[in-house]
């Protein structure tokens, strides 16, 4: 049997026809009859029932490594991601040492390549240290072997509306997009959940809402004044989908992500004190919840970024106040996707929506050439096979990442991923990891 060559019988492109596909030497060689006309010696794969998308791409994920490997690593991460049927991820710069230069860059991206799981982007820090006070090696960043075209502070706000101004100048240079963290840090200060009712009633400092609509409005400005490209990180609430709304009716170059969890769960969940619901920006309102749904069905919000924020246990057992910001998400983005869009009743949301905001859009914002391209002869064979039909409960030690924070433990879950094909090799086979073979 060839290495590397796998018939797909049988599935369906975007919830379409079943179709075959054939996929050899890295690219999908050919469709239809003509693909077991071709198949020869290949693995075949029953895909009957089950629904082909392209690689999915995540924009937004927390390896952690180098600095907090006891929460995650590139290799644990990556695999989760391959799980979860993600072909390429974009490596937040939050770590220890802080990925601002081109070196620490370089060492992520070929820790990724190393790993051989997926395809890992390093986004690279606007500031120095995500300080806030001058820019980092943006130039050298983007020149490097891990050529990053995608840049931010992730987990502090850019708030210096001077340095913003330069950096969204500096990116311009080489096509690279700014992805903000909006959060304004004098209307967030002590805070660790929405600012509300429910934060009234349970005493704990609230975040309002206006703290990121107020970055968003300021950035979107920037990004017309400029004429460069702004990237909404998380964004998670109605005003913030009306500003990005408004602002693409004026031509902006502004791009907004949102993530699974701020798609199903809101604050109120937030009333038995667990720390697995502790994640930034907050958990909002149930008309934020709406507003953010809608704005992903109408290409308001142009992807889901999973914001995969792992963390060892010690961080998140102990007091809500105390307790660190994040969830994973890796391994159950797409099954949230499904559940709160594709089958809810209140929104028009399909498989190629699916792909659209999980493949096609992501990779272009990230400039990745050679990710979320269509099922077509002779594209990249960056594949991913989805039962639509399966359910699963979230067990969190039977999840691939090495951290248990999900806040979606014990919840049954629709759709699970049956293989992911990261340039024509299985990566995941019956929902299995395959390991890399020489």
């Keep these: 049997m060839s290495a590397h060559r796998y018939l797909i019988r049988g599935a369906a492109p975007l919830g379409g026809d079943p179709t075959d596909l054939l996929l050899a030497d890295g690219v999908i060689a050919a469709t239809g009859a003509e693909a077991a006309a071709q ?32 929460a995650e690593t590139v290799l644990s991460g990556t695999r989760a991601a391959a799980v979860g049927g993600f072909t390429c991820v974009h490596a937040m710069a939050n770590t220890q040492p802080v990925a601002d230069t081109a070196g620490v860059v370089e060492q992520v991206w070929r820790l990724g390549r190393d790993a051989g799981w997926v395809d890992v982007r390093p986004v690279g820090a606007v500031t120095v240290g995500l300080a806030g006070e001058r820019l980092a090696e943006l130039g050298a960043m983007a020149d490097s072997a891990a050529r990053v075209r995608v840049f931010s502070d992730d987990g502090v706000c850019v708030s210096d509306p001077v340095l ?43 975040w309002p809402a206006v703290a990121e609509e107020s970055i968003v409005a300021r950035d979107v400005l920037l990004a017309e004044h400029v004429g460069s490209r702004v990237h909404i990180c998380h964004l998670s609430t109605a005003g913030s989908v009306d500003i990005v709304r408004w602002a693409k009716s004026r031509g902006i170059q502004v791009t907004a992500e949102v993530t699974p969890h701020h798609l199903v769960l809101t604050d109120e969940i937030v009333r038995g004190y667990d720390p697995q619901f502790k994640v930034n920006p907050p958990l909002r309102t149930a008309e934020d919840v709406a507003a953010v749904r809608a704005g992903l069905a109408d290409g308001t919000i142009d992807i889901v970024a999973t914001d995969h924020a792992p963390h060892p246990v010690e961080d998140k057992d102990c007091e809500f106040d105390a307790a660190a910001f994040g969830m994973t998400g890796l391994e159950t983005a797409l099954s949230v996707v499904i559940s709160s869009m594709v089958l809810a009743d209140d929104v028009d949301f399909g498989w190629a929506d699916v792909a659209r905001t999980m493949s096609a859009a992501p990779a272009a914002i990230g400039r990745v050439a050679d990710q979320g391209r269509p099922l077509a002869v002779g594209e990249p064979a960056h594949v991913t096979l989805v039962d639509p039909d399966a359910r699963w409960t979230v067990v969190p030690r039977e999840l691939r990442t090495a951290s248990d924070n999900t806040p979606f433990a014990g919840r049954e879950l629709p759709g699970r991923v049956v293989a992911t094909f990261y340039g024509g090799r299985a990566t995941v086979l019956d929902g299995v990891p395959q390991e890399r073979t020489a």
């Design 39 to 70: 198949a020869g010696d290949a693995q075949v794969v029953d895909a009957a029932g089950l629904v082909v998308l392209p690689g999915l791409v995540d924009l937004h994920t927390h390896l952690r490594e180098p600095g907090r490997e006891d």
């Design 164 to 206: 913003m101004r330069r950096a969204l100048e500096y990116v311009k240079a080489f096509d690279g997009v700014v992805a903000q963290h909006a959060q304004e840090p004098r209307l967030t200060e002590g805070a660790v959940m929405n600012e509300g009712v429910v934060s009234a009633e349970l005493g704990l400092t609230g």
